[in-house]
């Protein structure tokens, strides 16, 4: 997500040349050959941390079967290369109440989560901000789903800052945590309103090492990613703002003996 309008080859290659070890993946940046783009992922040294694919349509329960499928796919190709997850938005419609958008979402997840326990692939939703796409905007109701449809969560530091007792929510979260996603914000302030979106780690004014080791404290031993997206996520963004960002994430984590 941080260069959404790159293409697969673009983003290899940045990472390959930076060194990194782990990704997460769009899934759309691989449907034109989703087995031959992993098998260059794995040929580079980098193993998937996520793979984020397609959204059930809430409204339109006809479209699930559809969605599943391309969640089971999705597994499968994680299964296949030692990737840990897949991931999407919950969904949401403006016609009906949060618990009845609840209780789809809980039908149309199950087979997904189940497929996944299978496969050993974890099945996760990220809670978000974004209310175009989720009905799930706070890491305590995601906990909820989680709870009652074993589906697990991605918790971005983008949307989950500004809960209340956030250092304790992340305990009650972590058993169901497929993977934490780092990033900065401008939270703004009177005359200088806020720009929306992240901002890569030190150009915001979150306390990004300080919600590091609230998660850690909480029990969390997987990847961190990084996670940068201007409030227009299609806005194109240059190579040096990248190698700069993962310069600082990097340098963060290190610090941290991470």
Request: charged share 25%; hydrophobic share 45%.
């Amino acid at each position: 997500m941080c260069s959404y309008r790159w293409s697969f080859d673009q983003d290899l290659s940045l990472w390959t040349s930076m060194g990194l070890r782990h990704a997460g993946l769009l899934i759309s940046k691989l449907e034109d050959d989703p087995e031959a783009r992993m098998v260059q992922l794995s040929e580079a040294g980098i193993r998937a941390s996520t793979l984020i694919t397609e959204s059930f349509d809430l409204s339109n329960p006809d479209s699930w079967a559809k969605t599943q499928a391309a969640h089971r796919a999705a597994i499968d190709l994680m299964a296949r290369h030692g990737g840990w997850s897949i991931y999407f938005t919950p969904g949401r419609t403006t016609s009906i109440s949060w618990q009845e958008d609840f209780d789809r979402l809980a039908e149309a997840v199950a087979p997904t989560v189940a497929y996944g326990q299978e496969k050993g692939v974890l099945a996760a939703i990220e809670p978000t901000q974004r209310t175009s796409v989720s009905f799930v905007t706070s890491l305590r109701d995601a906990i909820d789903v989680a709870e009652r449809t074993g589906v697990c969560i991605v918790a971005d530091f983008a949307n989950v800052w500004m809960e209340r007792d956030l250092r304790e929510v992340f305990h009650r979260a972590m058993p169901y945590v497929a993977l934490i996603q780092i990033d900065d914000v401008i939270i703004g302030g009177r005359g200088r309103p806020a720009p929306g979106g992240r901002v890569h780690i030190g150009e915001g004014e979150l306390p990004v090492r300080r919600m590091i080791q609230d998660v850690l404290d909480a029990g969390y031993t997987g990847v961190f990613d990084l996670e940068v997206v201007a409030a227009d996520f299609t806005k194109d963004i240059s190579e040096d703002s990248l190698r700069n960002g993962i310069d600082a994430a990097s340098a963060l984590l290190k610090d941290m003996g991470i």
